[in-house]
């Protein structure tokens, strides 16, 4: 098996530690906010933050990756968010005020490294080494989420916010020391109007609408995820550390729990299942719809389970979940990338993320209030309905596209 090569292994480790760094920091801030203010609605802020500039900023940040010098981007960033978060710390600015204005500009400048490193990252293998490339970028992710997630409570437990802070900006740092050294030539261009980026994400669109398949495959993610992102973001944290009262630790582990059900999921679709997953995948949405029963009853009222029983069996849950989501995630990515001839990616997932990020936010705004008059369980009753609904539409009208039906020409009209 031939090496992937200096270059890779340096992309590879940097991204690892970063992902590290970042994950420890993004379990500390729920905590620290919920500590502080113990709000739904305050949280939701902190994720609308980090989704609205994300949103407004993605498709000039996607042009930019590609008429400019991708490592200095790459390079630039990192360094200069771990400079941010480091000036975060010396200058004490912890309010919640201060963490949410830092909130956006990290998101506009993570916008802008996406960008940089998703147009580089393929010209450091060579073509047919880019499957093993990326599954082993993919598992490091996974293994930083997983590890990250119960670092990141311990950390908070000793040093509060502003240790988990110093961590992140240290791990920017390193991951800016391996990427300096990595050997890569792009000859800029200009951008000649910025009405490319409009025409740009049009064509994407216009393209999608054309294909009977992609219109099945895109609005079928965007309907879950409309209703799945807030539930992760925003249900799930709040109801471990305000409805069931975890401590820092224990939250961190059932964080993490959700990872190692998707590490296991990624593997065991790379050893065993590979393509024949996308056949289970309204079995899955149905283990997915079963697992989240328990939870609801755990958080409500009229639940008598011991909160140390709880934790061990939302553990199992999140395991569960994990497992069921990469095993459903990964047929629908595969088959979008299959779909999309070569010419037209770049642009299809451009608007595809676009659409994505306009149809979370909107389920943000609804559910941190409804939390707050209502209640987790409530909400979280009323999200499982909604998903439910949505998958049974889907089964009974298009589950020949869901199940791994393979596009025809006639199709793409």
């Not at 630039?76 to 400079?83: E, S, V, W």
């Not at 998703?118 to 060579?126: C, G, H, N, T, W």
């Not at 992760?232 to 961190?252: C, D, H, N, T």
Request: hydrophobic share 55%.
């Amino acid at each position: 098996m031939p090496a992937l090569g200096r270059d890779f292994w340096l992309f590879a480790i940097g991204r690892f530690i970063s992902q590290v760094g970042w994950a420890v920091q993004e379990v500390a801030l729920p905590l620290y906010v919920l500590d502080v203010t113990h709000s739904a609605k305050i949280m939701t802020l902190f994720v609308l933050a980090d989704l609205i500039p994300s949103l407004l900023t993605m498709p000039i940040a996607g042009v930019i990756g590609d008429r400019y010098n991708r490592k200095a981007l790459m390079v630039g960033l990192d360094l200069a968010r771990g400079a941010l978060l480091f000036g975060v710390v010396a200058f004490n600015f912890l309010g919640i005020k201060e963490l949410l204005a830092v909130q956006v500009v990290l998101a506009i400048m993570s916008s802008f490294f996406s960008a940089g490193t998703s147009a580089m990252y393929p010209d450091l293998v060579r073509q047919e080494d880019l499957e093993r490339a990326n599954s082993i970028v993919m598992s490091a992710g996974i293994v930083a989420r997983l590890i990250g997630p119960a670092l990141g409570g311990f950390i908070y437990a000793f040093g509060g916010i502003k240790l988990a802070i110093l961590v992140n900006s240290v791990s920017f740092f390193g991951s800016g020391l391996f990427e300096v050294f990595i050997r890569y030539e792009w000859k800029s261009r200009k951008i000649e109007n910025l009405s490319e980026v409009i025409e740009d994400l049009v064509e994407g669109i216009r393209f999608i609408r054309s294909s009977r398949y992609l219109m099945v495959l895109v609005t079928f993610a965007l309907a879950m995820n409309a209703f799945g992102n807030p539930f992760g973001a925003v249900i799930w944290p709040y109801s471990l550390r305000e409805v069931l009262k975890f401590s820092s630790q224990q939250f961190g582990i059932v964080e993490s729990s959700f990872m190692l059900g998707a590490l296991l999921g990624n593997v065991l679709i790379a050893t065993i299942l590979g393509r024949k997953t996308g056949r289970y995948i309204f079995k899955l949405m149905l283990v997915n719809g079963m697992l989240l029963l328990p939870f609801i009853w755990i958080i409500s009222p009229y639940s008598t389970i011991p909160r140390d029983i709880a934790f061990y069996v939302l553990i199992g849950m999140g395991i569960g979940m994990g497992m069921s989501n990469a095993m459903i995630n990964v047929p629908i990515n595969s088959n979008l990338q299959r779909a999309v001839p070569t010419e037209f990616r770049g642009r299809v997932f451009s608007a595809l993320g676009v659409l994505a990020n306009l149809t979370v936010p909107i389920g943000l705004v609804i559910v941190g209030p409804l939390i707050d008059h209502l209640g987790a369980w409530k909400v979280s009753a009323l999200l499982w309905v909604g998903m439910g609904a949505v998958v049974l539409y889907y089964w009974l009208f298009h589950r020949d596209v869901l199940t791994n039906h393979e596009p025809g020409p006639q199709e793409h009209q």
